[in-house]
């Protein structure tokens, strides 16, 4: 196991920066508005440190790299909504019209029933997500088997 993690330690680092953008509003308020944009920023910039050069330590192609770029950026919606529905069924979701309060407090499974527009907006993320993930496994496994016969 500890091999494993030393051969993928970029791979690794690269996978957990994604999940750091979910915290950069967070940092807005120790380290200012500049500040946040600029961790933001290093983010994305060791994230194409590793498409360019890091992946090629660890044998992964440019493809393959790019195929995960976009696997982790469309992941990242759905731990945002799996975040905010966790946020409505502790703290609540309260409807609120373009102008003026409208509904009552909701809390609990009866928040994420009342949270339409978000569950319709998440459904259309997650779909994409899918489809986004199906084929990228469906591909790799079809590169593995060719890799496999030679």
Do not use: C
């Amino acid at each position: 196991m500890l091999n494993w993690i030393k051969t993928h330690k970029f791979s690794i680092i690269y996978f957990v920066s994604f999940f750091l953008y979910a915290f950069t509003p967070a940092l807005i308020y120790p380290l200012g508005d500049y500040g946040a944009v600029a961790v933001a920023l290093l983010i994305f910039l060791f994230q194409l440190a590793y498409i360019i050069w890091l992946r090629r330590r660890e044998n992964v192609s440019l493809g393959r790299s790019i195929a995960r770029f976009f696997l982790y950026l469309l992941a990242m919606p759905n731990v945002w909504f799996a975040w905010y529905y966790i946020d409505i069924f502790n703290n609540g979701y309260t409807y609120w019209s373009l102008f003026n309060y409208v509904g009552d407090t909701y809390y609990g499974f009866e928040a994420w029933e009342k949270s339409i527009f978000e569950r319709s907006v998440f459904g259309l993320f997650f779909i994409v997500f899918a489809v986004y993930l199906a084929l990228y496994l469906a591909i790799s496994a079809a590169i593995r088997r060719s890799q496999a016969k030679k």
